[in-house]
């Protein structure tokens, strides 16, 4: 059974930072790509940023030059480092992990960021 664990949410301070953590369990994740995504109430879920097996990153608009996504293979987890956050980056905050047709969704962290 294939399970992803996010950490790593939590509340903090505008212009602060946070690194989320997936931490795959079931599967080997090195052969996946790798999508944080967020969503807030009434909204549909966004990606956020995205990293292939090969490592190849892309990002929103939104967090370009603020976020950075990154995996270690050898730890079998995904993160997502997040720096200069502000109040809009507050949302539930996914991982989710995709191989041609599979794809699983962790249990989502929350980030809250105070202005």
């Known amino acids: 059974q294939v399970q992803l664990v996010e950490s790593g949410g939590g509340l903090v301070q505008a212009g602060g930072s946070l690194r989320l953590s997936c931490a795959a369990s079931?599967?080997?994740?090195?052969?996946?790509?790798i999508g944080w995504y967020r969503q807030v109430p009434g909204k549909q879920r966004e990606l956020v940023a995205y990293?292939?097996?090969?490592?190849?990153?892309n990002y929103a608009e939104s967090v370009r030059g603020r976020f950075t996504i990154s995996r270690d293979n050898a730890k079998n987890t995904g993160y997502l480092q997040m720096d200069s956050l502000k109040p809009e980056d507050t949302a539930v905050y996914y991982c989710?992990?995709?191989?041609?047709?599979?794809?699983?969704w962790g249990q989502g962290t929350q980030v809250t960021v105070s202005s």
């Open positions: 989710n992990a995709n191989l041609y047709f599979k794809t699983y």
């Open positions: 990293i292939s097996s090969e490592g190849s990153t």
């Open positions: 079931g599967t080997t994740l090195s052969r996946y790509g």
